[in-house]
T-cell receptor
Framework: DQQVKQNSPSLSVQEGRISILNCDYT??????FLWYKKYPAEGPTFLIS?????DKNEDGRFTVFLNKSAKHLSLHIVPSQPGDSAVYFC????????????FGKGTRLSVIA | DGGITQSPKYLFRKEGQNVTLSCEQN?????MYWYRQDPGQGLRLIYY???????QKGDIAEGYSVSREKKESFPLTVTSAQKNPTAFYLC???????????FGPGTRLLVL
């Protein structure tokens, strides 16, 4: 049973527009959420995180929004650039638990020039 | 310059052979992890270790073995019991079990 779900396997966006990547989770104990970016044949790189005590965290062009009641988070990239084309993984953890991060299956973002 | 290194970048395995993938970190992280990524798939956890001399099975541990004799090192052995070993293997580390993980560059394992 997937605890972290990224229901869109792929997304295409025009350069300069907003990219919105979505993630849903089922475990109400999750209290820390992260987004990673991955290029082919490379390791994922940490992008941005959010704690459950917040509903928004911003870092430059990247903003993560958390809706705890809906068990939903999203990553907004504004403006999108061709270099943003990659696979984005959502991950979650529960600090009260003893298990590592749980990852979604990823969404492939293509930013078209 | 702190980070995680994985070697080799490419590894070839013959039928019936055990191979070992190296992972080293100089971030002074307590926890280390091994993941497998297959085409079109997410990251599946093989093994993880939260402290030296201790490790736990992940979701797909069958056919793999690990050791954690030093804080900096977490080698993964792909045994002959792993019938479908061709994949991209990623090592990661973190300060604690539920904290942000930082990944190495990966090793691609191919079967001859």
């Amino acid at each position: 049973d997937q605890q972290v779900k990224q229901n869109s396997p792929s997304l295409s966006v025009q350069e300069g527009r907003i990219s919105i990547l979505n993630c849903d989770y089922t475990n109400s104990m999750f209290d820390y959420f992260l987004w990673y970016k991955k290029y082919p044949a490379e390791g994922p790189t940490f992008l941005i995180s959010i704690s459950s005590i917040k509903d928004k965290n911003e870092d430059g062009r990247f903003t993560v929004f958390l809706n705890k009641s809906a068990k939903h988070l999203s990553l907004h990239i504004v403006p999108s650039q061709p270099g943003d084309s990659a696979v984005y993984f959502c991950a979650a953890s529960a600090h009260s638990g003893n298990t590592p991060l749980v990852f979604g299956k990823g969404t492939r973002l293509s930013v078209i020039a | 310059d702190g980070g995680i290194t994985q070697s080799p970048k490419y590894l070839f395995r013959k039928e019936g052979q055990n191979v070992t993938l190296s992972c080293e970190q100089n971030l002074n992280h307590d926890a280390m992890y091994w993941y497998r990524q297959d085409p079109g798939q997410g990251l599946r956890l093989i093994y993880y270790s939260q402290i030296v001399n201790d490790f736990q099975k992940g979701d797909i541990a069958e056919g793999y073995s690990v050791s954690r004799e030093k804080k900096e090192s977490f080698p993964l052995t792909v045994t002959s019991a792993q019938k479908n070993p061709t994949a991209f293997y990623l090592c990661a580390s973190s300060t604690g079990g539920q904290e942000t993980q930082y990944f190495g560059p990966g090793t691609r394992l191919l079967v001859l």
